[in-house]
């Protein structure tokens, strides 16, 4: 079979609707990294491939859910068991590598939820006792939605008047719970961004 009629018999597969949808993907993503259709960036577009295609089959509510770094810290045991699906047709094993990926990474990704609401707890107090605002909850949900941002961003994410956002922005800086990337100059906006949110979403620290 040429690679074209692989293609077509992969698409083929991942159209269906009989099947597990998480052992699906687990054969999808194997097939597609085996069939290495592209010259480069294969691993890439694999690894993309997995939240696309939950998403599509509707059990992610957005397409966020990636397994890149369960399968670099595994990436021996990834690799061996994709080859042996060439080598002994070993697909009972690759599917439970699979699975055991999909279930820490979930299991990593509850952590993060929780971490994240923590933080938008003690956030939402810091915030009030810092800026004594009415405003405190429309800063919290602007720098919850957009942690990394551009002052007019901001303005536009919160609502609030610009002299009153550039006042928030300058004490929570003050209190270093907002960071500047960038400073303003002239017509440009400054860059800021919330270190302890990205910290938590990234899985170390960054900032």
Known sequence: MRLHDHLEAWRTYIESEDID?????AVMHAQFELLHPFKDGNGRIGRLLIPLFLFQKKKLAQPMFYLSAY??????EYYDALGQISLRNAWNEWIVFFL???ASQA???IGKV???RGLYERMKTLIQQTTHSQHTIQVLDAIFTRPVFRTSD??????????????LLR?????????????????RPAVLCFPDLLNITEGKKIL
Not at 21 to 25: G, N, R, S
């Open 21 to 25: 949808v998480l052992i699906q993907t």
């Open 71 to 76: 399968f670099e810290s595994n990436r021996e």
């Open 100 to 102: 055991r990926a999909v």
């Open 107 to 109: 299991q990593n990704n």
């Open 114 to 116: 929780n971490e994240i």
């Open 154 to 167: 901001f303005i536009a994410e919160a609502g609030i008047l610009k002299a009153t956002a550039m006042t």
């Open 171 to 187: 004490q929570l800086k003050a209190e270093k719970i907002l960071r500047e990337l960038t400073p303003g100059s002239g017509r």
